[in-house]
């Protein structure tokens, strides 16, 4: 029988290993991610590798709502792993997706998130090859979790890491701050207030490819997600045993973001993003490593926002607008509102 | 921002600081406590104190709500959500504050209770709207400013004839506050408190008016300058206490004229009066028991008295005893002077009130001025 995908929803069935969970997978998940390797249908994909270094990444996505202005849990799970990879300088080629659905889950939802995934994974010019499905008792899940694992191959003479941050580098960024964050809390439940602001989730391979062909000695890559750039900026301080200065004039932040987080009590520094990363490069090659981020359409807001200092307490401060210094800190716990 | 980038302007701000450095004199020290955390935060936030002169020094007062609740008041907190077909609703940074036992309501909701997070009291109302069959607890604090809308809800409630909603009230009142600081008990045991003025709070006074502190400039002889508590205001403020200690004045003076008047809401005062009592003391995090600085619901209202409707036991907790929280609040030491500030204390293992939330001093110190211990 044909999958009513309109009606439908996903039942404890669709991950007995039986015929309906066959129909699932046929209907929604190979229909969508065609290509020759997972056409074989077998339970591993094989594949030659040119030789050299290869990079391997996996991460699970667990976001609420499921769809959110400027994307979804698909194109989120595809563009994660594809950012991880390309954050080592990698040209991304593989990824498996392994999803845990809840019984209740509306066929139509699946199908929607399995068509974001396939149109994230076309444009990022990866495959999906291999996968899984499994189906949790309703009240067990969140409608839909996804794993996905990526792998790729690093170009020779590439090599950005934590670790390699050096006093007098420079600190770049591709863009606006705290976007994706915004977007998603902006459809929370008791948190629905209006903004303009769209998620910035996307591949960001492209982007690397273009800088890693004019300045292939990127120092580091790294992209800002959850914790935001405090977070990713006091993680690469520590495993390079460095300090970070910061301008806060020339951090690029949408004027609306800045407002939703006035409004919550959140800093953006500490907002999630999806679709930007953190370069940081030889201080001489800034200029020259920002005008070819700036050249690519993922890159055109970029920005010097400071530079890495010796420091042995690893503090990320910040020179404030006002003219004030201050510490830029990890987040503690979770980032809640406040009260007054 | 329109409203707000005008108030973050670092020319102004330059200007302030350079008249600031004009107008205080060399020869004397100025203190002055900021009441609000609001206001602490700022000042990390901003770096203000980068701005000052060194005999210039801002000490951090125990205006934060979610610092000053005492330990047991949140094991109240906890028992209540822990108790069955409870739902406890409270505000985002209540949740993670530790009790006791190192509990919190993130712990308990870990463990099974139902904990929710909402962002007002009538989320609370309509939480109990929607679960006819389960009780639903408000864990209610904060100063002047959280208070009317807790007196909404329990109308809202009233209103539509919920007989499932219920209020943990734990709202606490400034003017008693700052009278504890200056004159309790404690403060002599302690020396004396070196305080040359207020910085008057901000979202309490557009409630409560300028008016209350009358009573302080007037009996204490300590000039009060109510402020917004963007960096600017702050800036203009310490400023205006200056020129008050120069001149010899102990006036309530407002620098926050955009949102405070006089008199304050009366329609606020007005809801509040009708829907809430003083209690005779009530338990300080930090200060110890303050006579009048807390509100209970009216006994017309108690149906919606979480303390009436359910049993709470009196949790009696001791602060540790290495914590410097009390002398920090009063102003007789910073959080740098307590020996388990950013070692056995930090936002992610608080363990006294000034660490426990954001707008606390230890916590606005540790995350914003940490560097500071450098220079």
């Not at chain 1, 910035?200 to 790294?222: E, F, T």
């Not at chain 1, 510490?327 to 809640?336: I, K, P, R, S």
Request: with cysteine.
């Amino acid at each position: 029988m044909k999958l009513d995908l309109e009606h439908g929803v996903v039942e404890m069935a669709h991950g007995g290993g039986g015929r309906a969970m066959a129909k699932l997978i046929e209907t929604i998940f190979l229909g969508n991610f065609d290509n020759p390797l997972l056409a074989q249908h077998n339970d591993q994909a094989c594949f030659s590798m040119q030789a050299g270094r290869v990079a391997m990444t996996t991460d699970s996505y667990v976001i609420q709502p499921l769809f959110f202005p400027g994307g979804d849990i698909g194109s989120l799970a595809v563009h994660g792993t594809v950012n991880d990879l390309a954050m080592s300088g990698a040209v991304p080629l593989y990824l498996s997706a392994g999803f845990i659905l809840e019984e209740g889950l509306p066929l139509g939802d699946l199908a929607q998130i399995a068509r974001s995934m396939a149109a994230a994974a076309r444009e990022a010019g990866v495959f999906i090859v291999t996968g899984d499905t499994k189906v949790v008792e309703k009240g067990k899940g969140d409608g839909v979790f996804i794993n996905t694992a990526g792998i790729g191959v690093i170009p020779d003479g590439v090599a950005p890491s934590g670790e390699r941050a050096r006093p007098g580098d420079a600190i770049l960024v591709s863009g606006t701050l705290g976007d994706h964050g915004v977007a998603v809390m902006s459809k929370r439940e008791n948190l629905a207030f209006e903004v303009d602001i769209l998620s910035d989730a996307q591949a960001l391979n492209g982007l690397v490819a273009a800088m890693v062909a004019k300045v292939p000695d990127i120092h580091v890559l790294r992209d800002p997600t959850r914790g935001g750039l405090a977070a990713t900026l006091n993680e690469i301080a520590r495993q390079a045993k460095v300090g970070m200065e910061l301008d806060e004039r020339a951090i690029p932040i949408k004027g609306a973001v800045r407002a939703a987080c006035e409004f919550l009590g959140l800093d953006p520094l500490n907002v999630a993003n999806e679709g930007k990363l953190v370069a940081i490069c030889a201080g001489d090659q800034a200029e020259r490593l920002l005008a070819v981020m700036r050249a690519h359409p993922k890159g055109a807001d970029s920005a010097i926002i400071g530079r890495v200092t010796q420091d042995a307490d690893c503090f990320v401060t910040l020179k404030t607008a006002f003219g004030g210094t201050r510490m830029v800190d990890w987040l503690t716990g979770e980032q809640l509102p406040r009260i007054c | 921002m329109k409203y707000i980038d005008e108030y973050r302007d670092g020319d102004l701000a330059k200007g302030l600081a350079s008249a600031i450095a004009r107008e205080a004199k060399p020869d004397c020290r100025y203190h002055f406590m900021e009441f609000c955390g609001g206001h602490t935060h700022a000042i990390f936030r901003y770096g203000i104190q980068d701005l000052l002169p060194s005999n210039v020094r801002m000490i951090h007062g125990p205006g934060c709500p979610v610092c000053v609740l005492p330990m047991g008041r949140i094991d109240g907190a906890i028992h209540l959500a822990k108790q069955p077909g409870v739902i406890l609703a409270s505000y985002g940074d209540m949740l993670r504050v530790p009790g006791g036992g190192r509990e919190s309501l993130l712990k308990a909701k870990a463990l099974g209770a139902d904990v929710r997070m909402i962002y007002s009291p009538s989320d609370a109302v309509a939480l109990a709207k929607a679960h006819p069959d389960r009780e639903v607890v408000f864990f209610a604090i904060g100063f002047e400013t959280t208070t009317p809308p807790t007196a909404l809800a329990i109308r809202q409630a009233h209103r539509e004839g919920l007989s499932n909603f219920s209020v943990y009230c734990n709202h606490v009142l400034t003017p008693s506050a700052i009278s504890s600081i200056l004159e309790a008990p404690s403060v002599r045991d302690l020396g004396t408190v070196p305080l040359d003025g207020f910085i008057g709070p901000a979202h309490v006074s557009t409630v409560i008016g300028s008016q209350p502190y009358d009573y302080f400039a007037e009996e204490y002889r300590r000039p009060v300058v109510i402020a917004g508590f963007e960096p600017l205001d702050v800036l203009q403020a310490i400023l205006m206490l200056i020129r008050q200690v120069n001149e010899g004045r102990f006036e309530v003076e407002n620098e926050f004229t955009r949102a405070v008047t006089k008199e304050g809401n009366m329609k606020a005062k007005t809801l509040v009066a009708e829907t809430f009592e003083m209690k005779r003391s009530f338990e300080w995090r930090g200060l110890g028991l303050v006579p009048y600085s807390a509100l209970a619901i009216k006994r017309q209202w108690a149906q919606f008295d979480a303390e009436a409707r359910f049993i709470v036991p009196e949790f009696k907790t001791e602060d540790h005893k290495a914590c410097a929280c009390g002398a920090i609040l009063r102003g007789l030491k910073t959080p740098a002077d307590c020996s388990l500030f950013a070692t056995a204390c930090t936002p992610e293992h608080p363990i006294g009130s000034c660490m426990v939330s954001a707008e606390g001093a230890c916590a606005a110190y540790y995350t914003y001025g940490r560097q500071r211990r450098k220079s």
